[in-house]
């Protein structure tokens, strides 16, 4: 069973040493309901009541030792979580992990950890009977066919969502990022792409669900999404030039 590191941004390194309230958040990411095992590397500290913790749906779920080298959490999540982020107070820690609990057994003797770089597969895919086959988990495609969500936000940070004509509009106002979440994710959805209304997509890869958006960046209107099986299959289509989004109708690969 391979090992998958679900960390959205593995390598990133958070410093809550010289920020005023000494606490720094890592970024998001989605997770399933199920046992995980989640991990980092505190790399530096000088002071009293460092803290490391992991966080889903609002609600600290894991809390590491905050000594100075790994500090490993075991998670339970009873249902879909987001946001699901990594937290550390008073320290430097980096080389973020989350992985299945199921697979961090099998391979806790030993083996290379999964954050390591996987090695490419070959992109060779045959459409129209053979061996892959893709296809869009949101049926229909178009938002305005769902109600509208509002982006999530941190504190001092505000934002609207509505349902329009052409499908959700959505507005961040305030220094923070928000963060948009798709409609409930059908069965088997492991990763959603977006459609923008001037045609261009936002590309989500391996779990990812979620669209950033800035002040700078508002209003923005989306019209469609694409739910896949597989987490690896936008990036595929992206370099060979395929739609990321897309209905059965219009390419039924």
């Known amino acids: 069973m391979r090992r998958t590191n679900l960390c959205a941004k593995p390598a990133e390194t958070l410093d809550a040493e010289s920020i005023t309230d000494y606490y720094a958040n890592g970024s998001f990411m989605s997770l399933r309901p199920g046992q995980y095992v989640a991990s980092c590397d505190v790399t530096h500290s000088e002071v009293e009541d460092v803290k490391v913790t992991f966080w889903a749906n609002h609600t600290q779920v894991g809390t590491g030792n905050g000594a100075i080298g790994a500090n490993v959490m075991r998670i339970d999540l009873q ?35 999964p954050s390591s770089p996987r090695r490419p597969r070959p992109i060779s895919p045959q459409f129209g009977g053979g061996r892959v086959r893709i296809k869009n988990l949101y049926n229909p495609p178009t938002l305005k066919d769902y109600p509208a969500n509002m982006p999530w936000t941190p504190g001092g940070t505000t934002s609207t969502g509505e349902k329009t004509t052409d499908g959700w509009k959505a507005t961040v106002t305030g220094s923070g990022t928000g963060w948009l979440y798709p409609p409930q994710q059908p069965d088997g959805c492991k990763c959603v792409c977006w459609q923008k209304q001037d045609g261009t997509y936002w590309k989500n890869v391996n779990d990812g669900v979620t669209i950033p958006l800035t002040q700078a960046e508002s209003p923005i209107t989306i019209t469609r999404v694409c739910g896949y099986a597989d987490g690896e299959l936008p990036g595929m289509l992206d370099e060979i030039g395929l739609p990321l989004v897309f209905a059965a109708t219009d390419h039924p690969y």
Request: charged letters at 25%; a positive charge.
């Open 79 to 113: 249902s879909d979580s987001t946001p699901c982020l990594f937290a550390v107070r008073k320290c430097r820690a980096t080389d973020f992990i989350v992985e299945r609990a199921d697979t961090h057994a099998l391979a806790s003797g030993g083996g290379s950890r």
